[in-house]
């Protein structure tokens, strides 16, 4: 209850006691709360008057990285003899070193400027508003304002870049690249013979197949390397992603996004990313650093969320260009099975980079052999569905997350470098 | 200090009031009010608005003790420690949301000095009381309080304007 109705009733009651008995000494009982009451009006805060200007020392940063938080106010206003600034966090920010709350008194024209620490986890982290509550010192009148103070703070998930992923989409685009294109032309691998045309190099000329025909030359042909379309797809399904004790391999699924996205990257081709869960967040296929920021933004954001439509996997095709390479990261189940091989024959490359959910959970629970026995039938459902999968075409990485993303990925789908692919290709000839 | 203060103003509410109703030997209200006073300094310690409770019941107890004409000055100290605590209560717990940064010794003498100030002046105005004495009908006490209350506010009014 609000203690200026207390007082107020007590002094009510007071006084009606003091006038219906008669008795001077009750009614003298109600002056210290009257008084009490009066200094608390007389002294108690005005309208604000605050200018508030807040400054992040950074606006990007990993997870567990600090970033200093510095607020500035100053007191346009009347007197503020006890106020108590709260900046209010979003959760998943943790202040690190001094505080997001001060109690302070605040003169006219007076400048207040305070610095606190804080780290999070990977999301995007609006600051909004700074709440002040101003009071007299008796704490009797009080006034609360929220002040908008705008910022914004990116945790972005950080992953090491996997280099050289072997992928052979069906369609590349024309600028070149590293991808194998499928058309003959200046590369490192041999793709064929054909007749010699000017401008050929002398070292390109089959001598072999050439003493076979009298009047003709035959150069030898290499597979052109281009960038490729690249479409990642982070399944966020809170039904697949979330386990048992509300453990999520999600964040492994985000690791793994990222360290991908990065690569391709980096490797010149034109990527874009559809997360899939509650609703879908697609970033525009792009080149280059700034999408590389765009999509690292996309995955700062990305949560988990269920939704009846996007309950079973389907993926919309007219988002991504025809015969493009993709990769979809998802623990899988079984009913992901139909919508992945129709993915499939409308003529994309697939990959499937699957986080293995029964080694995660199992690494939370007790050993036993009821864990053990359910861990082995789990186990054999996901290894025939992923075994389902590879017969229709796609490539599949079973990812036990215990092991590092980068180690799993490069074994199963890097190709050597140039280097090492021209000496192969020198030494088979 | 904070803690020190409101516990000793605490219990000197009480054991000053319940000294009151010993001496005119009305020892079962004594008891009550000295449960009352182990209730409230327990609860306290985790909700502070209990000390609004025993405000009100310690206000009642002491204008009840001044109708029984218990000693007035006994019944007015248990009074002023009782709403002492009341207010520091309420102190503590806005106190304890700042941080060792924030100049709390400062905003605490400032408190101390404000509450005393209120107090110093409430008691010097019973004390009055007790020597300046004119007597009123009930209609003529009625109409001075009414007048009194719309006064206080007309004041409030003009000193928060600034006139």
């Known amino acids: 209850m609000s203690r200026i109705i207390v007082s107020g009733l007590l002094i009510f009651t007071l006084i009606i006691a003091g006038l219906t008995a008669f008795r001077g000494e009750v009614l003298a009982l109600a002056v210290p709360l009257a008084l009490y009451l009066l200094a608390g009006f007389y002294w108690g805060p005005d309208r604000f008057g605050l200018e508030i200007k807040r400054t992040l020392s950074l606006d990007r940063i990993a997870p567990g990285d600090p970033v200093t938080i510095t607020l500035e106010i100053k007191n346009n206003g009347t007197y503020l003899e006890n106020l108590l600034l709260e900046d209010i966090l979003p959760a998943g920010l943790t202040v690190s070193t001094g505080h997001s709350r001060r109690l302070i008194t605040l003169k006219q024209g007076e400048v207040f400027k305070w610095s606190y620490e804080v780290r999070g986890r990977r999301g995007y982290y609006p600051l909004s508003n700074l709440r002040a509550s101003a009071k007299d010192l008796l704490g009797l009148v009080g006034r609360v304002e929220q002040i908008p103070t705008p910022g914004q703070l990116f945790v972005l998930p950080s992953a090491p870049r996997v280099r050289r992923i072997s992928i052979r989409p069906r369609m590349t685009r024309v600028y070149a690249g590293t991808i194998p294109a499928r058309i003959g032309g200046p590369g490192i691998e041999f793709f064929g013979v054909r007749e010699y045309q000017p401008g050929d190099p002398q070292h390109w000329i089959n001598w072999r197949a050439s003493a076979r025909y009298s009047n003709s030359i035959f150069s030898n042909e290499f597979e052109q390397e281009r960038v490729a379309d690249v479409g990642i797809i982070l399944d966020g399904r809170r039904e697949i992603n979330e386990l048992g004790s509300g453990r999520s391999i999600f964040e492994h699924s985000v690791l793994a996004a990222t360290s991908l996205a990065d690569g391709f990257i980096a490797a010149g081709n034109r990527v874009g990313l559809l997360v899939y869960g509650k609703y879908i967040n697609w970033t525009y296929p792009g080149y280059g650093k700034l999408q590389r920021e765009k999509i690292l933004h996309s995955l700062a954001r990305a949560d988990l969320g269920e939704s009846e439509v996007f309950s079973g996997l389907v993926i919309p095709k007219r988002l991504f260009p025809a015969y493009s390479q993709m990769v979809l990261i998802s623990p899988l189940e079984s009913g992901d099975y139909e919508g992945l091989v129709r993915f499939k024959s409308a003529g994309y490359q697939l990959i499937v980079i699957s986080p293995d959910p029964v080694s995660f959970e199992l690494s939370f629970l007790p050993v036993s052999s009821t864990v053990e026995l359910a861990a082995r039938i789990i186990r054999i459902e996901r290894e025939i569905l992923l075994h389902r999968l590879q017969r229709a075409g796609i490539q599949v990485v079973n990812w036990n997350t215990a092991q590092p993303f980068e180690n799993v990925v490069q074994a199963a789908l890097s190709r050597p470098p140039a280097w090492l692919r021209a000496i192969r290709s020198g030494s088979g000839m | ?163």
């Open chain 2, 1 to 163: 200090m904070i803690a020190v203060s409101l516990f000793l103003s605490t219990f000197l509410s009480i054991a000053v009031i319940a000294a009151g109703y010993f001496n005119a030997g009305m020892d079962i209200q004594a008891f009550g009010l000295i449960g009352v006073g182990v209730v409230w300094v327990l609860i306290q310690i985790k909700w502070t608005w209990v000390a609004s409770v025993g405000l009100s019941i310690i206000t009642l107890a002491a204008a009840l003790g001044l109708f029984y004409e218990l000693p007035m000055w006994l019944m007015v100290a248990g009074f002023l420690f009782a709403f002492m605590a009341w207010d520091l209560a309420e102190f503590k717990s806005r106190i304890k949301q700042g941080c060792e940064e924030d100049q709390l010794n400062s905003l605490t003498l400032n408190h101390f000095a404000r509450l005393g100030l209120v107090l110093a002046l409430g008691f010097g105005i019973v004390t009055l009381t007790r020597f300046i004495r004119l007597r009123f009908n009930f209609e003529m006490a009625a109409l001075l309080t009414l007048a009194g209350v719309w006064g206080l506010s007309l004041l409030v009014g003009r000193l928060r304007r600034g006139e």
